[in-house]
Every structure is written in structure tokens, then in C-alpha cells.
């Protein structure tokens, strides 16, 4: 590793301001300090009172490269210049070499493996090692690599191509030999080291006539003598949210004694923290904002800035885009295709916005988990009568079509992007409505890598779509991104984009034992004795201490005002020691910024009332008039908590259903209610039951079977394949068959009724109730029956608060209370068939107690007092619900709530578990 080259004088940052204005050539190792020395300069003649100046001549290392490069190809001798790949074309190219290489699949990761061998390829270069490389003894991997790398050659000089890792060295070799424009003068600006590969060029350039310097925002003395900054210290926070929050603060505060400043936040692992620095600076910069809800609008303006950009796949359009190339070749989740109903970004998005998010409910009924186009567009026109999309079938119709009949199997990249483009507009792409700032740059960005991702053309002619999309997609998942934003004086910056770079304040966050100093990270495709012998950086730990130790110090002489901080725990609650690397730093005491949210001040400002209201308005007449949707559900919710019965009976709330694969719990239930109706349908009694062969048995359990499947198939079409309503007849016939097995034991009786509707009255309450069997014994008493696929316990059946209402409410509030000597549930699942209930008598079912034998009964003398109560506690229940009761109320909080859907609205969780960080609420608001 060279840190410094004694044949080129070092200068400081002064004199290099003096050289840009004399036409001087800066070039720095990254972008953000190139911005940095440009915003520098520009300050500089500002203060010095000029109104006219160049444009200062810096940029990075390899933007520099291109532009020679690009200079030679426009030269009179561009005939004998190669063509330049671009980064994904040579990830292209090595792509295929590996795919065509790995003959029997050994690799599953081609595209990993792939931009490995590139950044070896680009290490070897730079460290011009290439040579020696081929004569050490290589590990199998090295050996393969060495492999794709003798391909690799081959075909870029036989097409006269050359990479960014060999265009430094083709630069230096025909420098002095093209007839480009030449720099007089090359300053080097903050590099922590320097390849040989930069070094030959440097000199090749001096021997040219140029005058080379180097330079650096703090001299190489500063760093070693006394410190810039007046105040330095460490401190240590309880969690790291807090020590976010606490910087969010402190940025706050300086930025108000004074606007002029620079503030630098510094993270190490800027691109895992990103979006809570996000959401807690945005939060504490503007706590009384709602402008961070997107309405389409012009984007607002934070005083922060985050040098990390986000994937570009991340961007909403970008996903819309992505969603609808997806579905032309795969099934997709149906998460995506939800997401891609509601996306704004397509025809119809904006005038069919409320039909499609009410088609997006009824699809989750019917969907499976993933799903085709054509399967798609089969559901929507099922379903579209509750919500019509005319324009939404219109597109997706289009886009069957287009799949069917423009698209190939496969094409060049080039003819893709075409097409690509193409269906995107018949898609109406991007959308109706006129898109913000950072909306159309992000649109701007899509076309651009559209243009790059047709010339992949040039490392490979012919790509199926399946592999044409999947590069679409890694391409925008790898290509970072970030809208362009005014100059702001906070800037939030990963470790290298901070080097070099100087603050008024800074603060550098997460300085644990874990985090820093930063790991070693040698490359596995070169030998370990190539790699110490030639000193590539980040080889062993002992190199990254020492390199880490540098910065710690150059951060130290970078502000004023210096901070340093870890957290005492991460987020999985381990412990965390300070980096060894700040242990010289003076600890300071924690003291915790004060800072005030809008909320607190506008509640200092007044005097609060608080007031406990529960009491909606009471059911109106004529609502009662009718039943009540909901059926024996209204008591039932109403009995588990009042509130959950206001918002699924009154303000008719539903959850959103999950899609499924195959068929869940309800629908099996459903399945085996409806084949046991069908198998009663045609026993109709015990005495035909017991008079049965073995041969009509099967044939009535086999049409009880089929015609349950029968039933439920037009809901579900992608279910029921063939194989599967086979196996699930066979599932059903098995349940039947060992459920008749436990009913042959019982004494006489006649099934009188299957699936029986009534429609009955609880106090002021219509219901419609359906109550699955009912069987008459010999001695003319019934026996109430509901089917249940896990055992509810007889407590159920108990209490003011019945937990199963539907056996008591149809038993007390119809004619059956006359004749009714049980209300039963009947278990039919594999394991654990039989009954449980309550019944007037003994012995009149096996298994279940008499109401006499019950301890919870012991106050009732007779089976009358026992429906007299359920009587008194139904209209208990009809009543509350009537009235308006609306309590958060839960029977049993542990119990009850658990599964319940409804806690986003009631949020009993944040009544009954506060939080005790030291960070509010608000400041994690939609964090995920």
C-alpha cells in the first residue's frame, strides 16, 4: 500500500483553491469529496468578492480516466481505441463465462460469483499483480477463477474491449501517442493511499509535462499535533435508537444558534440505520408536520441530507414497473399484485382508486399466494361486479395480449428495453396524474438504465426473458440512487464519504467494539501470501486498525466541536463495550438534550380536559326492523368485548384476508360441515345408519364427499386440480367414515333437522341463525347439535358472558325449548371425535354431563332454571348492544385479545404497555 509518493510535493488545501483558479486538474478518490472541494471553492471566491469565475476543474479518479478516454475517441487516432465496457457489461460478460463454465451446476449464485470475479479482476490490475498471480499455488476456487479470467481476455481483445480495470493502464501506455488535449497540472486531492496502477499513471503524466501534487484537507503534521477541535468527548447511550435520537437533537440545536453552520453526522453502518436516521431526524426536524404524507405534490425541503441513496428498486414507481414486467413471464406474489392495484403509477390508478381498493379485499378471498396474469385477469372478471375496473381489465387484457403475440422467448437486450418500454406505455406508464420532483427524476433514471441495459448488447447478442428481466431487476436492485436536493448544512455520511471532509460540528455515531474499527476483508480468490506480500489494503485486522486508528484521528481535526458515541446495547438487547479506538478520548456525562414536540407545546399552551365516553347511539327503529347482518356473531363479539361488536356489526370493519395455498382451517371446516349435511340428507336416522352394507356406505360417503367438493370448487378454481380434490375426498370420506364410528354407539335417533334456518328475536334483536343438526330421540326429545373442528370446553356454555352463544340463543328463542334436552357440540376432527354440552338428563349422550352433574350449575334446581338464565344473559347481551354500550372491555385480556383483529383500532396494547425509552412515540411513527 502506498500512502504517500516522494517524487510529487504535497501542498495544502489553500494552495490547491490557488491552483483551480490557475485551470489546475483536481481529482479525488470518491464523488462526495469532489462536491465537497467544488462547494469549497465556490466559497472561497465568493468571499473574495468575485462575480465571475470557471467552473472548478475537480472530479473523481475514474471520471477522470473517462474523460480521457472519451477525449481519445474523439481523436483523430479513435480507430485503434477499444471499446470501454461499462460496470454491468463486464458483469454481464463474466455472467455468461461462468454459466457456460459450470456444467454441472455446481454454483446456485452466478451473479454473486460473477461480481466477485470482478472486483478480483479489478484488484489484480490496480495492484499489478496479474502476472504473479498465475504462479502461485491457487486454491480450487482461484484455479476456476483463473480460468474465467483466461476467457474473459480472450474475448475482450478478440472485440477489442477493454474494462475500467485495465483503462488506467491503457491510458499510460498511449498517453504521449493520442492527440488529446493534456493537463498542465494534476493535483491529487485526499487519497489514503495509491495503487501501482495510479502511481504509473501519475509518473507517465509528470514525464508528459504535468505538474503532479498531492494534497489533503489536513496535512500530514496537523494530524499528529495538537487536536482542531476545543471540544471532544465520547458518550455512551442505552440503546442506539437513543443515541439517534439524541444526534437528531443536538443537530437541531446547533442549527438554530446558528443557520450558517455545517453538521456532520458519521455512521458505519449508514446503510442498516438508514431509514430510522430517517424517520427520527425527519421527526424531530419538523415534529409538527404532516407534510411527509405524499399527496402528489412538490417535495418538501429537510435541512438533512443522507449520502446514501436507496436502491432504485425501492422507489414506488421503479416497483410498479418492475411488478408489471414480472407478471409477463411468472407468477408473482400477491402481496405485488396488492401493491400494484393501489399504485398510483398506471392507467386508471387515479379514477378507479376506490373500486380497486375494495377489488383488492375481494381478490384476497380467492386468491392463492402467488399468481399468474392469466389468473389474474380470471379472478378480477369473477369478482369485478362489486367493484368495477374497466380500465384496470382494459390494461391487464392488453397486456395478455401483448405477452401472447410481441413477446419472444428470447431476443437481444436492446430488443427487449424496446419492448419493455412498449408495454410499459400500454400500461400507462407512469401514471395519470403529474409527477413531483423526486417522482420524475426517478422516472428520468429509469429511462437512462433502460438505455444501459440495452447496451449490455455489446457482452452478450442473444438473452431469454426470463434472464432479461431477472438483469432488469438486479440491475435497478444494485444501481443506488438519490433525487437531487438543494445544499443542506446537515449531512449524514457512511465512513469513507466522510474522509477528508471537514465540519463545524460533528458527531459520529455507533463507535462500538462491534462496529469499529471496521472487519478485514481479503478476497478469496487471491492466495493470503500474494495479498500480505503485496500490502492490499484491509488484508488482516491489524491493517484495518490501523487504518480505522488514522481516521479516528483525522475525525478528531476535522470540527470544532467533536463527538463521539456507542450504544451500550444493540437492538437484540447484547451487551457492547466502547471501540478500543476512542478509549484516549475523555468521557463526558450524558446529559439529555431537552427538546420539546409541537404536541407538548400545544399542550402547555391550554388547559386539557380529559373525558371517558363509551356510549355510541343507541340502535334507531327502524334499523331493528330488519335482522341484523352478522347473525349469532353480533352476541358473540358482543359477549368477548363491546367495542369489537361496534366496529364489525355497526361500522361493518372487516379485516383483510391473507391469501392461502391450498385450503385453510374455515375451509376445511366448511368442507366437513357441508359433507356431514349431505351424508344426513340421505342416512336421515341411526336405524338406516345400522342397516347399511359396507358397499352403499361407501357410495353415500363417497356422494357426501363429492358433493361438498362440488360445492366449494367455483370459489376456489386453482385449488381443486385434479390430484388435489382427489386426495381431499379421500381426507373426507376418512373423517366420515371414523366420526360414524363414534355415533354408532348411541342409543336411537332421527336427524329432524339439517342446516335449519330461524330467524329469532333477543330482546329488541333480530338474528338469522342456522343451526347445524338437530336429532330426535325415542322419547321425542331433541338433542341441538353444532359441529366444531377443535373441542370447545362446556365453561363456553357458562357464565354472563357465553363465549358460544349459538346452541343457547337458538335453544331459548325458538319453539325447540319445548322438546330441547341438550345443546351439544360435536367434535369431528382426527384424534378427537365425540361431544361436549350440557344436556337436561344423564347418560344421554356418552362423554356429556348432565346439567345436575355440573359445578357451575349448582345453583339451578332444574333444566327450566338453566334456560331461564341463558335467557336472562342473551338479553343481557342484546340489550348492551342495542343501547350503544362501545366499552374496550375484553372478557379476558390475556385470552381474548389475542386473536382478535380489531386492536389497531381499539389499541388496548398501548393502554395497557407503555413504552420506556427515552424516545417519544412519534418519533418511530410507521416504523416497520
Same mark, same amino acid.
Request: hydrophobic share 40%.
Given at each position: 500500500?502506498?500512502?504517500?509518493?516522494?517524487?510529487?510535493?504535497e501542498?495544502?488545501?489553500?494552495?490547491?483553491?490557488?491552483?483551480?483558479?490557475?485551470g489546475a486538474?483536481?481529482?479525488?478518490?470518491?464523488?462526495?469529496?469532489?462536491?465537497?472541494?467544488?462547494?469549497?471553492?465556490?466559497?472561497?471566491?465568493?468571499?473574495?468578492?468575485?462575480t465571475?469565475?470557471?467552473?472548478?476543474?475537480?472530479?473523481?479518479?475514474?471520471?477522470?480516466?473517462?474523460?480521457?478516454?472519451?477525449?481519445?475517441?474523439?481523436?483523430?487516432?479513435?480507430?485503434?481505441?477499444p471499446q470501454?465496457?461499462?460496470?454491468?457489461?463486464?458483469?454481464?460478460?463474466w455472467?455468461?463465462?461462468?454459466?457456460?463454465?459450470?456444467?454441472e451446476?455446481?454454483?446456485?449464485?452466478?451473479?454473486?460469483?460473477?461480481?466477485?470475479?470482478?472486483?478480483?479482476?479489478?484488484l489484480?490490475?490496480?495492484?499489478?499483480?496479474?502476472?504473479?498471480?498465475?504462479?502461485?499455488?491457487?486454491?480450487?476456487d482461484?484455479?476456476?477463477?483463473?480460468?474465467?479470467?483466461n476467457?474473459?481476455?480472450?474475448?475482450?481483445?478478440?472485440?477489442q474491449?477493454?474494462?475500467?480495470?485495465?483503462?488506467?493502464?491503457?491510458i499510460?501506455?498511449?498517453?504521449?501517442?493520442?492527440?488529446?488535449?493534456?493537463?498542465?497540472s494534476v493535483?491529487?486531492?485526499?487519497?489514503?493511499?495509491?495503487?501501482?496502477?495510479?502511481?504509473?499513471?501519475?509518473?507517465?503524466?509528470?514525464?508528459?509535462?504535468?505538474?503532479?501534487?498531492?494534497?489533503?484537507?489536513?496535512?500530514?503534521?496537523?494530524?499528529h499535533?495538537?487536536?482542531?477541535?476545543?471540544?471532544?468527548?465520547?458518550?455512551?447511550?442505552?440503546?442506539?435508537?437513543?443515541e439517534?435520537?439524541?444526534?437528531?437533537i443536538?443537530?437541531?440545536?446547533?442549527?438554530?444558534?446558528?443557520?450558517?453552520?455545517?453538521?456532520?453526522?458519521?455512521?458505519?453502518?449508514?446503510?442498516?440505520?438508514?431509514?430510522t436516521?430517517?424517520?427520527?431526524?425527519?421527526?424531530?426536524?419538523?415534529?409538527?408536520?404532516?407534510?411527509?404524507?405524499?399527496?402528489?405534490?412538490?417535495?418538501?425541503?429537510?435541512?438533512?441530507?443522507?449520502s446514501?441513496?436507496?436502491?432504485l428498486?425501492?422507489?414506488?414507481?421503479?416497483?410498479?414497473?418492475?411488478?408489471?414486467?414480472?407478471?409477463?413471464?411468472?407468477?408473482i406474489?400477491?402481496?405485488?399484485?396488492?401493491?400494484?392495484?393501489?399504485?398510483?403509477?398506471?392507467?386508471?390508478?387515479?379514477?378507479?382508486?376506490?373500486?380497486?381498493?375494495?377489488?383488492?379485499?375481494?381478490?384476497?378471498?380467492?386468491?392463492?399466494?402467488?399468481?399468474?396474469?392469466?389468473?389474474?385477469?380470471?379472478?378480477?372478471?369473477?369478482?369485478?361486479a362489486?367493484?368495477?375496473?374497466?380500465?384496470?381489465l382494459?390494461?391487464?387484457?392488453?397486456?395478455?395480449?401483448?405477452?401472447e403475440?410481441?413477446?419472444p422467448?428470447?431476443?437481444?437486450?436492446?430488443?427487449?428495453?424496446?419492448?419493455?418500454?412498449?408495454?410499459?406505455?400500454?400500461?400507462?406508464?407512469?401514471?395519470?396524474?403529474?409527477?413531483n420532483?423526486?417522482?420524475?427524476?426517478?422516472?428520468?433514471?429509469?429511462?437512462?438504465?433502460?438505455?444501459?441495459?440495452?447496451?449490455?448488447?455489446?457482452?452478450?447478442?442473444?438473452?431469454?426473458?426470463?434472464?432479461?428481466?431477472?438483469?432488469?431487476?438486479?440491475?435497478?436492485?444494485?444501481?443506488?440512487?438519490?433525487?437531487?436536493?438543494?445544499?443542506?448544512?446537515?449531512?449524514?455520511?457512511?465512513?469513507?464519504?466522510?474522509?477528508?471532509?471537514?465540519?463545524?460540528?460533528?458527531?459520529?455515531?455507533?463507535?462500538?467494539?462491534?462496529?469499529?474499527?471496521?472487519?478485514?476483508?481479503?478476497?478469496?480468490?487471491?492466495?493470503?501470501?500474494?495479498?500480505?506480500?503485496?500490502?492490499?489494503?484491509?488484508?488482516?485486522?491489524?491493517?484495518?486498525?490501523?487504518?480505522?486508528?488514522?481516521?479516528t484521528?483525522r475525525?478528531?481535526?476535522?470540527?470544532?466541536?467533536?463527538? &463521539?458515541?456507542?450504544? !451500550? $446495547?444493540? @437492538?437484540?438487547? +447484547? /451487551?457492547?463495550?466502547?471501540?478500543?479506538?476512542?478509549?484516549?478520548? %475523555?468521557?463526558?456525562?450524558?446529559?439529555?438534550?431537552?427538546?420539546?414536540?409541537?404536541?407538548?407545546?400545544?399542550a402547555?399552551?391550554?388547559?386539557?380536559?380529559?373525558?371517558?365516553?363509551?356510549?355510541?347511539?343507541?340502535?334507531?327503529?327502524?334499523?331493528?326492523?330488519?335482522?341484523?347482518k352478522?347473525?349469532?356473531?353480533?352476541?358473540?363479539?358482543?359477549?368477548?368485548?363491546p367495542?369489537?361488536?361496534?366496529?364489525?356489526?355497526?361500522?361493518?370493519?372487516?379485516?383483510?384476508?391473507?391469501?392461502?395455498?391450498?385450503?385453510?382451517?374455515?375451509?376445511r371446516?366448511?368442507?366437513?360441515?357441508?359433507?356431514?349435511?349431505?351424508?344426513?340428507?340421505? &342416512?336421515?336416522?341411526? !336405524? $338406516?345408519? @345400522?342397516?347399511? +352394507? /359396507?358397499?352403499?356406505?361407501?357410495?353415500?360417503?363417497?356422494?357426501? %364427499?363429492?358433493?361438498?367438493?362440488?360445492?366449494?370448487?367455483?370459489?376456489?378454481?386453482?385449488?381443486?386440480?385434479?390430484?388435489?380434490?382427489?386426495?381431499?375426498?379421500?381426507r373426507?370420506?376418512?373423517?366420515?367414515?371414523?366420526?360414524?364410528e363414534?355415533?354408532?354407539?348411541?342409543?336411537?335417533?332421527?336427524?329432524?333437522?339439517?342446516?335449519?334456518?330461524k330467524?329469532?328475536?333477543v330482546?329488541?334483536?333480530?338474528?338469522?341463525?342456522?343451526?347445524?343438526?338437530?336429532?330426535?330421540?325415542?322419547?321425542?326429545?331433541?338433542?341441538?347439535?353444532?359441529?366444531?373442528?377443535?373441542?370447545?370446553?362446556?365453561?363456553?356454555?357458562?357464565?354472563?358472558? &357465553?363465549?358460544?352463544?349459538?346452541?343457547?340463543?337458538?335453544?331459548?328463542m325458538?319453539?325447540?325449548?319445548?322438546k330441547?334436552?341438550?345443546?351439544?357440540?360435536?367434535?369431528i376432527?382426527?384424534?378427537?371425535?365425540?361431544?361436549?354440552?350440557?344436556?337436561?338428563?344423564?347418560?344421554?349422550?356418552?362423554?356429556?354431563k348432565?346439567?345436575?352433574?355440573?359445578?357451575?350449575?349448582?345453583?339451578?334446581?332444574?333444566?327450566?332454571?338453566v334456560?331461564?338464565?341463558?335467557?336472562?344473559?342473551?338479553?343481557?347481551?342484546?340489550?348492551?348492544?342495542?343501547?350503544?354500550?362501545?366499552?374496550?372491555d375484553?372478557?379476558?385480556?390475556?385470552?381474548?385479545?389475542?386473536?382478535?383483529?380489531?386492536?389497531?383500532?381499539?389499541?388496548?396494547?398501548?393502554?395497557t404497555?407503555?413504552?420506556?425509552?427515552?424516545?417519544?412515540?412519534?418519533?418511530?411513527?410507521?416504523?416497520?
Amino acid at each position: 500500500m502506498i500512502d504517500r509518493i516522494s517524487q510529487f510535493s504535497e501542498i495544502s488545501l489553500e494552495e490547491t483553491i490557488n491552483f483551480l483558479r490557475m485551470g489546475a486538474t483536481v481529482v479525488t478518490p470518491n464523488r462526495r469529496l469532489a462536491l465537497t472541494l467544488i462547494r469549497k471553492f465556490d466559497q472561497d471566491c465568493v468571499s473574495s468578492i468575485n462575480t465571475a469565475w470557471y467552473t472548478a476543474d475537480v472530479l473523481p479518479f475514474l471520471s477522470f480516466l473517462e474523460r480521457i478516454y472519451s477525449d481519445a475517441l474523439y481523436s483523430p487516432q479513435a480507430h485503434v481505441v477499444p471499446q470501454l465496457l461499462s460496470a454491468w457489461q463486464e458483469r454481464l460478460l463474466w455472467e455468461s463465462i461462468i454459466r457456460s463454465s459450470d456444467e454441472e451446476n455446481r454454483l446456485l449464485q452466478h451473479s454473486q460469483a460473477a461480481e466477485l470475479a470482478q472486483e478480483t479482476w479489478e484488484l489484480l490490475y490496480s495492484w499489478n499483480i496479474i502476472t504473479q498471480f498465475a504462479h502461485y499455488p491457487l486454491s480450487d476456487d482461484a484455479r476456476n477463477f483463473l480460468s474465467w479470467a483466461n476467457t474473459y481476455r480472450h474475448l475482450t481483445e478478440s472485440n477489442q474491449q477493454i474494462d475500467q480495470a485495465r483503462l488506467c493502464d491503457w491510458i499510460a501506455e498511449n498517453y504521449q501517442n493520442v492527440s488529446i488535449k493534456k493537463s498542465t497540472s494534476v493535483i491529487c486531492y485526499g487519497f489514503d493511499f495509491f495503487t501501482p496502477q495510479q502511481v504509473r499513471l501519475l509518473e507517465k503524466l509528470h514525464s508528459n509535462d504535468c505538474e503532479v501534487k498531492i494534497a489533503y484537507p489536513v496535512s500530514s503534521n496537523q494530524i499528529h499535533s495538537d487536536q482542531r477541535s476545543s471540544k471532544i468527548g465520547y458518550v455512551e447511550f442505552a440503546t442506539s435508537r437513543d443515541e439517534i435520537y439524541q444526534a437528531a437533537i443536538w443537530s437541531r440545536n446547533r442549527l438554530e444558534e446558528n443557520p450558517e453552520v455545517s453538521i456532520g453526522i458519521v455512521v458505519p453502518d449508514l446503510s442498516s440505520a438508514r431509514n430510522t436516521i430517517q424517520r427520527v431526524f425527519t421527526s424531530v426536524m419538523y415534529p409538527d408536520a404532516r407534510w411527509s404524507l405524499s399527496d402528489g405534490g412538490a417535495s418538501k425541503i429537510v435541512p438533512f441530507n443522507l449520502s446514501l441513496g436507496l436502491p432504485l428498486s425501492s422507489y414506488p414507481l421503479i416497483d410498479t414497473a418492475l411488478s408489471c414486467l414480472s407478471l409477463l413471464h411468472t407468477e408473482i406474489p400477491f402481496s405485488r399484485v396488492s401493491q400494484l392495484l393501489q399504485s398510483p403509477f398506471w392507467s386508471g390508478a387515479e379514477s378507479e382508486k376506490i373500486p380497486r381498493a375494495l377489488l383488492d379485499s375481494e381478490l384476497r378471498r380467492f386468491s392463492e399466494p402467488t399468481i399468474s396474469l392469466r389468473q389474474l385477469i380470471e379472478l378480477i372478471k369473477k369478482n369485478d361486479a362489486k367493484a368495477t375496473c374497466p380500465l384496470l381489465l382494459q390494461c391487464l387484457n392488453q397486456l395478455q395480449v401483448f405477452k401472447e403475440t410481441q413477446l419472444p422467448k428470447s431476443s437481444s437486450y436492446a430488443t427487449f428495453a424496446h419492448l419493455f418500454t412498449e408495454m410499459l406505455q400500454l400500461f400507462g406508464f407512469p401514471g395519470e396524474r403529474s409527477l413531483n420532483s423526486e417522482e420524475y427524476q426517478t422516472y428520468q433514471k429509469w429511462q437512462a438504465l433502460l438505455v444501459e441495459f440495452a447496451s449490455l448488447d455489446r457482452a452478450v447478442s442473444q438473452v431469454s426473458l426470463y434472464l432479461a428481466v431477472t438483469h432488469l431487476k438486479q440491475v435497478t436492485r444494485e444501481t443506488l440512487f438519490q433525487p437531487e436536493s438543494p445544499v443542506v448544512p446537515i449531512q449524514i455520511l457512511g465512513v469513507l464519504e466522510a474522509n477528508h471532509v471537514t465540519f463545524d460540528h460533528l458527531w459520529i455515531m455507533n463507535l462500538s467494539h462491534e462496529q469499529w474499527p471496521i472487519r478485514a476483508n481479503p478476497n478469496p480468490f487471491i492466495p493470503l501470501e500474494l495479498q500480505a506480500k503485496c500490502e492490499l489494503p484491509f488484508l488482516s485486522q491489524s491493517q484495518a486498525f490501523a487504518y480505522c486508528k488514522k481516521m479516528t484521528q483525522r475525525w478528531l481535526n476535522s470540527a470544532d466541536e467533536v463527538i &463521539l458515541s456507542y450504544p !451500550k $446495547n444493540d @437492538d437484540d438487547g +447484547n /451487551e457492547l463495550q466502547a471501540s478500543p479506538l476512542i478509549h484516549s478520548v %475523555a468521557k463526558i456525562p450524558v446529559h439529555l438534550a431537552t427538546w420539546q414536540s409541537q404536541d407538548e407545546l400545544i399542550a402547555q399552551s391550554c388547559k386539557l380536559q380529559s373525558d371517558s365516553d363509551h356510549q355510541v347511539f343507541a340502535l334507531s327503529e327502524k334499523t331493528l326492523e330488519k335482522p341484523l347482518k352478522g347473525g349469532t356473531a353480533v352476541i358473540k363479539d358482543y359477549a368477548a368485548c363491546p367495542i369489537r361488536a361496534l366496529i364489525k356489526h355497526r361500522l361493518n370493519v372487516k379485516p383483510l384476508d391473507s391469501p392461502h395455498s391450498g385450503l385453510n382451517a374455515l375451509e376445511r371446516g366448511t368442507l366437513i360441515h357441508d359433507a356431514l349435511a349431505h351424508l344426513w340428507q340421505e &342416512l336421515k336416522s341411526k !336405524k $338406516n345408519f @345400522d342397516a347399511l +352394507n /359396507e358397499e352403499d356406505l361407501v357410495k353415500i360417503l363417497t356422494r357426501s %364427499a363429492n358433493k361438498a367438493i362440488f360445492r366449494m370448487q367455483p370459489s376456489k378454481p386453482t385449488v381443486f386440480s385434479q390430484s388435489f380434490t382427489e386426495i381431499e375426498i379421500q381426507r373426507l370420506i376418512n373423517l366420515l367414515r371414523e366420526w360414524l364410528e363414534n355415533e354408532k354407539n348411541r342409543p336411537d335417533f332421527e336427524v329432524t333437522a339439517i342446516e335449519e334456518k330461524k330467524l329469532i328475536q333477543v330482546s329488541k334483536l333480530l338474528l338469522n341463525v342456522r343451526i347445524d343438526r338437530i336429532d330426535t330421540l325415542d322419547t321425542d326429545e331433541q338433542i341441538i347439535i353444532d359441529y366444531k373442528t377443535s373441542r370447545p370446553s362446556v365453561q363456553t356454555l357458562m357464565g354472563d358472558r &357465553l363465549e358460544e352463544p349459538q346452541l343457547p340463543l337458538y335453544l331459548v328463542m325458538t319453539e325447540a325449548q319445548q322438546k330441547a334436552a341438550g345443546a351439544v357440540f360435536a367434535t369431528i376432527k382426527a384424534g378427537e371425535f365425540g361431544f361436549s354440552g350440557i344436556t337436561k338428563d344423564p347418560d344421554l349422550l356418552s362423554d356429556v354431563k348432565a346439567f345436575s352433574q355440573i359445578k357451575e350449575c349448582e345453583s339451578f334446581n332444574s333444566w327450566a332454571d338453566v334456560i331461564a338464565a341463558w335467557r336472562r344473559q342473551l338479553t343481557a347481551l342484546a340489550d348492551g348492544f342495542c343501547s350503544g354500550d362501545a366499552r374496550i372491555d375484553p372478557k379476558s385480556y390475556s385470552t381474548t385479545c389475542q386473536q382478535c383483529d380489531m386492536q389497531l383500532i381499539c389499541r388496548i396494547s398501548q393502554r395497557t404497555n407503555a413504552k420506556t425509552s427515552t424516545v417519544p412515540e412519534s418519533a418511530y411513527e410507521n416504523e416497520g
